[in-house]
């Protein structure tokens, strides 16, 4: 029996093809992707390809656009066995995070890939992460989806979408998981690790919440700045604060003043390493005491964005019971490794 796999065209670099007379790269109708790439009818499933009506760059994805793919995830749900999103590099992670907290109880591949390179250039990257994505999102076992969560598949590499970050703009090997391992890799053979893979916790039926706040923002500090900048803006309902090392701060009185009188003013505070890979942990050194103090939320070994989504997903949302600090700390879909 094929599976069939939706394809969810967005817009980035994968769409893209050199016009050799003028050397500038323009967007193809992708409507034609099996003209471009006829490898893809080669592939044991039935492929739909639904575009986006004008591809954005992925500097130009965000709410709106994550609501739009969720909510057509879900009304085609019912409809195929998988889901492949092409989508721009650059903020990819920040899809894919997204998406994971908004597609709930998910049982079936979502799949996001791009490319450095467009697919029309010579040496692209992107005919072999779009038709191993294709593999991936129509992968069943035993009638059952292999893949049942958010994923990005790029460079012969699936990692969890929301532990994923992309860390080359140069190299065809741009997104690493640090705090989680690989789950599956491309070679010879399609190897898929079992025991790292997601599954749902509750046998509550698939749906979609698209709740998304965007009264949330990341402050990433330094040494020498003045955290009292931060009063002057107007009143936030998170912070997500991306401090040093295990989260450490500058260890004085005003910043814990001002730390508080944000806190006072009713700003949750989300704290976040710096580093790429490890997280935070609170008292490990007496300068991160000062966030347990004021009532600060550990982010521990998320990624920013991570973090980010995941807070605008939570905040003011009425699917959940609880303070958003309990809220937060949870582990809803695999995003952190500790409960």
């Not at 980035?12 to 050199?18: A, N, S």
């Not at 979502?110 to 294709?134: C, H, M």
């Not at 509750?202 to 009063?231: K, Q």
């Not at 997903?313 to 309990?326: R, W």
Request: include cysteine; charge should be negative.
């Amino acid at each position: 029996m094929k599976r069939k796999v939706l394809l969810i065209y967005t817009g980035g670099t994968i769409g893209m093809e050199k016009d050799y007379e003028t050397g500038s790269l323009r967007a193809f109708d992708f409507g034609n992707i099996f003209q471009k790439l006829p490898e893809m009818k080669l592939i044991e499933c039935e492929v739909s390809v639904h575009p986006f009506k004008k591809p954005l760059d992925s500097s130009d994805m965000g709410p709106q656009e994550w609501k739009i793919i969720a909510n057509y995830i879900g009304k085609n749900y019912d409809h195929y066995d998988g889901f492949l999103i092409l989508h721009g590099t650059d903020t990819m992670s920040y899809t894919a995070s997204a998406l994971s907290f908004m597609l709930k109880n998910l049982r079936k591949p979502v799949v996001l890939t791009g490319s450095q390179l467009p697919i029309g250039d010579l040496r692209t990257d992107a005919k072999e992460n779009l038709l191993t994505s294709l593999y991936y999102a129509s992968l069943y076992e035993n009638n059952e989806a292999v893949i049942q969560e958010v994923t990005i598949y790029f460079e012969y590499k699936l990692l969890r979408g929301n532990r994923t970050l992309k860390y080359s703009a140069e190299y065809f090997d741009a997104y690493q998981t640090p705090n989680y391992p690989v789950l599956g890799q491309s070679g010879v053979h399609l190897n898929i690790e079992k025991d790292f893979l997601w599954r749902s916790e509750t046998e509550e039926n698939f749906s979609v919440d698209n709740h998304i706040s965007t009264d949330v923002l990341f402050w990433r500090i330094f040494p020498g700045m003045h955290l009292e900048h931060l009063l002057q803006m107007p009143k936030m309902k998170v912070l997500i604060l991306q401090v040093f090392g295990s989260g450490t701060i500058f260890n004085t009185e005003k910043t814990q003043q001002t730390l508080q009188l944000l806190r006072d003013r009713g700003t949750e505070i989300v704290v976040v390493s710096q580093c790429v890979s490890g997280g935070i942990s609170f008292g490990k050194y007496s300068n991160s005491n000062i966030f347990t103090k004021i009532g600060a939320i550990s982010g521990h070994d998320m990624t920013a964005e991570s973090a980010i989504t995941k807070a605008m997903h939570l905040l003011d949302n009425p699917k959940f019971e609880g303070n958003f600090a309990e809220i937060f700390s949870r582990n809803i879909c695999g995003e952190v490794s500790v409960n």
